[in-house]
């Protein structure tokens, strides 16, 4: 058997829309007979992954908290991929965003006032803008490679983070246990609808976030410029754009988001600091961006389709006992089918079952 | 035997896997293909390793086993990234992601049993000269591996004609395929390697490092292989060294901490880290040198023109 | 919209088949929420063995359920949340960093009882738990001043938290009681779980001519470099005898099941009540593995300290202490309270490190 494939002359709208389908399809096949050979009942194991997190209101509130700071990130990293800029390192900005934007409600913790709120914000996602400063610099002007750079930098942030928490942040009256004082009630971002669950305000900003960016894309003269540059750097250049001023662009625009994600996360799910805040939403978030297709909205789609299996992987834990592992294994699955269908957006797909003529493979 | 040798036999241990998961991917990376996924297919060789050891009764088959998990993994990326021309960051993630949970299911049976050490093979004559001897030729065959692996991909790349094939294909696929060379074969075997490798030093944790299996024991040395292969500049040699590098000063920051510099520990536990960004940067600021090393095709697809 | 979501769900449950779920009703739920993996050979292992303890105890009485490799933050919210939902009459939090998620979800649920393990957070409807280690350290600092032949051991430790600064104070003050010049290393790997970190660790430890190590880190690979360069090492939180059987002295096994069956007794008598619980030896929420590899005499020795601490003879923290810098801490005859010990922040005489601030 081989297989070929013949770059399509645009790419397909029909499989823009089918692949996604496809690829799910695919997981649930693939998924149903992994499931079946742990002995488990297939369908019992995707309606609890897929459908029971869906038929409550408690849960929905879940999947957005879940959603939120996975989107936001999504969008910020793809604007940045776009660009041709690889900033893998978004968790660490995730980190010290979290850290920027906690400094009012820890160290100026009598400070009542309703502009911490914003402050805080504001200050995560400079926080976060100003960490992925650095590998943008590094990129920059000394050609160093951002890919390696900022996910080093990840480890570090964890380790300043820790330090803090142990430190100099640590709550003087928590017994030495390693959490930060807890924020003020004028600190923590409020609830969307507090009577029927816990989601809070992230969410909308990572639906705000992906309607604007989706805009400026489109519409803008800054997204053709992204379009254009990452394509292309030379074609860039014969347009007039700097693809040095691109890198910081690309990287600011989503270490801004990652840290507003990050006191976003502190400040409305945690309401505190404490050495674990991220269950690597920023790694997840790469993944994010790519389901979504780069697009700002696929994105939205993403994020919740991602967050669904978190949430449905622990229902199945509890209803059908199958392992914590089992549905990492599945995510897994999802995202290879994806990612494979995608060629089919792009490339028609010849299989010839001869065996191939000799020379030129 | 003196402080010296014994601090020395540690830095040794901390740095195999790093050298022969790099060497791997140096190779991956030399044909054009950027595979993020080095954390997943360790773990998945260090559980294959155990598993295979554990079945057997010998380390030796351990290893064996340890090489095909890692291979037989590394060839679904090859075939999405190569065949199906997708995302090499994204799959890479997801190959982590994948090799995480994976190597967690296939292991569950196999925690808290004790694990077969693989044994050290004294080389005659050699293993008696002071010093070196105890510390170079008293070793175990994983570590003989990684020599052999600097040494033998250092000769490949720079001095057979296929190697010379191999960077030809990673400089430009394009020129490369007009000129007759199989660019999807010589990459499906480049990634193949890069997997074997990373199963290898995957067994080397299992069995000489740490010899049992625990979830995620990999621990983040993958994501650390890829900064050693750009530190290099893609240069065996340096790899290497680079890894040794590594190896020495995450171990010194433990001897560092006892002797009581009052430093906080999470800032030497940064320093690994933090060199790493330094010594990029050293060596990535004079723009010629890197152009010159770095394959000018990485982490771009190659789809054949008709 | 609800009638849908009422016909989603029953569709739901008639494709899934719920025919279990009425004989399941009978029984009394209890639930866990580990951090780690229920296999990961450590700390939530130790938990899951309790809840397999508790599943065979009351096997016709009691269902029990878990969710694992709950990361701490919003996550565990979620997870607590989800298991009070499911129908859990008590929920047993098993993770530190889960306290102030606990302290939410219990607050929303008065009617389902919940307990948090090494915690100082609690409520009407939450009850907190805790193993005094430092007893079992004490016994261990003893048997290494008597096993060592330089007077001093290496401590590989997690995170500079009060737990692990009591447990290191106890295993000096066990040492000192028998060799006043006793020197303890403390290295920090800032990890609870990575085997490559706390092998090297270990290693260094060796290198630089410890002989005996103990560890307060989760993964066997510290035991296992002790086995592989001759020297001793104790286990701890299960017994690490086959990954050192020739280097293990004992190990501080927790056996947190002995408590576990209490309470689930008491909550189906209706006894159960929010408490703070701090047990030790006495209790057998930890307890001593066999010592091995050691002189009659020390076994001896070790096994009349096990004694005592059991009688509440002897406590490990009894003055005079004083501070690492010479200042006292208790009067000779004072014994430490409780609360001084869950905040500990500070070495005792004797421990050869400075304190990560």
Redesign the interface.
């Known amino acids: 058997m081989h297989?070929?494939?013949?770059?399509r002359a645009a790419m397909s709208p029909a499989f823009s829309i089918l692949s996604p389908l496809l690829a799910l399809a695919l997981t649930l096949v693939f998924g149903a007979i992994m499931f079946a050979m742990l002995g488990k009942?297939p369908?019992?194991a995707m309606?609890?992954i897929f459908?029971?997190p869906l038929?409550e209101t408690?849960s929905l509130h879940?999947l957005a908290?879940?959603a939120a700071p996975l989107i936001l990130m999504g969008v910020g990293l793809a604007v940045c991929y776009r660009s041709n800029n690889?900033n893998?390192g978004a968790e660490g900005q995730f980190t010290i965003g979290a850290i920027t934007g906690s400094y009012l409600p820890i160290v100026f913790y009598d400070w009542h006032s309703p502009l911490v709120l914003p402050l805080m914000l504001l200050l995560g996602a400079l926080g976060g803008a100003l960490f992925a400063a650095i590998p943008a610099m590094?990129k920059a002007h000394?050609?160093?490679?951002e890919?390696?750079?900022s996910?080093?930098?990840v480890?570090?942030a964890q380790?300043?983070l820790?330090?803090l928490i142990?430190?100099a942040w640590r709550d003087p009256k928590g017994?030495?246990?390693?959490?930060s004082r807890d924020f003020a009630p004028e600190a923590v971002l409020p609830a969307i609808w507090e009577e029927s669950g816990?989601a809070h305000w992230a969410f909308i900003f990572a639906i705000v976030a992906a309607g604007l960016t989706w805009f400026m894309m489109r519409y803008t003269l800054k997204g053709f410029e992204i379009t254009v540059l990452g394509q292309s750097e030379r074609a860039g250049r014969f347009a007039g754009f700097s693809s040095k001023k691109m890198i910081w662009f690309g990287f600011l625009f989503s270490g801004a988001l990652a840290g507003l994600a990050g006191i976003c996360?502190v400040s409305g799910?945690?309401?505190?600091l404490?050495?674990?805040?991220?269950?690597g939403y920023g790694?997840t978030a790469?993944?994010v961006a790519?389901l979504g297709r780069l697009n700002p909205l696929g994105i939205v789609a993403s994020g919740l389709v991602l967050g669904l299996t978190?949430?449905g992987g622990?229902?199945a834990?509890?209803?059908i006992?199958v392992?914590?592992?089992?549905?990492?294994?599945?995510?897994?699955?999802l995202?290879?089918f994806v990612?494979?269908c995608?060629?089919l957006i792009?490339?028609k797909i010849r299989i010839t079952w001869t065996r191939m003529r000799g020379?030129?493979? | 035997m003196s402080m010296f040798e014994a601090i020395l036999l540690t830095v040794i241990t901390a740095s195999t896997p790093l050298v022969i998961a790099a060497i791997g991917e140096l190779v991956t990376e030399r044909s054009g293909v950027l595979n993020l996924g080095v954390e997943g297919m360790m773990i998945m060789g260090a559980v294959a390793a155990f598993a295979g050891a554990q079945m057997s009764g010998s380390p030796y088959i351990g290893i064996v086993s340890g090489i095909a998990g890692g291979a037989i993994f590394s060839l679904l990326f090859a075939f999405l990234t190569l065949t199906l021309v997708a995302n090499q960051v994204a799959t890479g993630l997801a190959l982590t992601l994948l090799g995480l949970g994976a190597s967690g299911m296939i292991g569950e049976s196999y925690v808290s049993i004790p694990g077969i050490r693989l044994g050290n093979i004294p080389i005659p004559l050699l293993s008696d000269i002071p010093v070196i001897g105890p510390v170079l030729f008293r070793q175990d065959l994983i570590f003989y591996l990684s020599i052999a692996l600097v040494i033998g991909v250092n000769w490949f790349l720079f001095r057979s004609r296929a190697g010379l094939k191999l960077r030809a294909i990673g400089d430009s696929h394009g020129s490369a395929h007009a000129l007759g060379i199989k660019v999807i074969r010589t990459r499906y075997l480049a990634v193949m390697f890069g997997g074997a490798c990373a199963g290898l030093a995957g067994a080397q944790l299992s069995l000489v490092y740490t010899p049992q299996w625990v979830e995620n024991m990999s621990a983040g040395r993958g994501w650390i292989t890829l900064a050693l292969v750009v530190f290099a500049s893609w240069r065996p040699w340096r790899v290497f060294a680079g890894g040794y590098l590594f190896g020495a000063v995450t171990i010194l920051q433990l001897h560092a901490q006892a002797l009581g510099l009052g430093i906080p520990s999470q800032f030497l536990s940064m320093l690994p880290y933090a060199a790493t960004i330094v010594v990029l940067v050293i060596i990535s600021h004079n723009r010629r040198t890197t152009l010159m090393n770095t394959p000018a095709s990485l982490g771009k697809a190659f789809v054949p023109e008709r | 919209m609800k009638k849908l979501t009422f016909a989603l769900a029953a569709s739901a449950a008639a494709v899934l088949g719920f025919s279990s779920a009425a004989s399941a009703a009978d029984k009394t739920k209890v639930c866990y929420v580990y951090v780690g993996s229920h296999t990961d050979g450590g700390y939530s292992q130790a938990h899951d063995l309790g809840r397999q303890q508790v599943q065979k105890e009351f096997a016709d009485k009691v269902e029990t359920s878990y969710l694992e490799n709950v990361p701490e933050g919003p996550d565990a919210e979620r997870a607590i949340e989800r298991l009070a939902r499911s129908g859990c009459s008590l929920i047993f939090s098993t993770s530190f960093g889960f306290m102030d998620a606990t302290v939410k979800v219990a607050a929303k649920f008065p009617k389902v009882k919940f307990e948090h393990a090494t915690g100082y957070k609690s409520g009407p409807n939450l009850g907190t738990y805790n193993s005094r280690f430092y007893e079992g350290r004490y016994i261990l600092g003893q048997i290494a001043a008597k096993t060592s032949k330089n007077h001093g051991a290496a401590y590989i430790a997690s995170f500079p938290i009060p737990e692990v600064v009591m447990g290191i104070n106890s295993f000096e003050q066990g040492a000192r009681s028998i060799d006043p010049s006793f020197k303890l290393k403390v290295i920090w790997v800032n990890t609870w779980f990575d085997p490559g970190k706390e092998a090297d660790a270990a290693k260094a430890m060796v290198d630089q001519g410890v002989d005996v190590i103990t560890q307060h880190t989760d993964t066997t690979a510290p035991m296992q470099v002790a086995e592989q360069r001759n020297i001793h090492a104790f286990g701890q939180a299960s017994d690490m005898i086959a990954a050192g059987p020739h280097a293990q002295l004992t190990a501080i096994v927790d056996t947190w099941g002995n408590y576990y069956v209490k309470r689930v007794k008491a909550l189906l008598d209706g006894s159960w009540k929010a408490e703070q619980t701090w047990d030790g030896l006495k209790e057998g929420v930890l307890t001593m593995a066999p010592y091995t590899n050691m002189p009659d005499d020390v076994k001896k020795m070790a096994e009349e300290t096990e004694a005592k601490i059991k009688s509440g003879e002897l406590h490990p923290f009894t003055g005079p202490i004083n501070k690492q810098d010479g200042t006292p801490w208790l009067k000779a005859g004072e014994k430490a309270e409780d609360g001084a010990l869950l905040g500990m922040n500070f070495y005792i005489e004797g421990v050869d490190d400075k304190l990560p601030k």
């Open positions: 297989i070929e494939l013949e770059k009942d369908v019992a309606s609890a459908v029971e038929l408690w879940e908290i879940k690889w893998i590094l000394f050609n160093t490679n890919i390696l750079t996910l080093m930098l480890y570090i380790l300043f820790d330090w142990r430190g017994f030495n246990f390693p959490v816990r996360e799910s945690i309401n505190h404490q050495p674990a805040i991220s269950p790694f790469i993944i790519f978190y949430l622990e229902a834990q509890l209803s006992g392992s914590d592992k089992v549905t990492r294994v599945f995510q897994g699955l995202l290879f990612l494979s995608d060629t792009y490339y020379g030129v493979a």
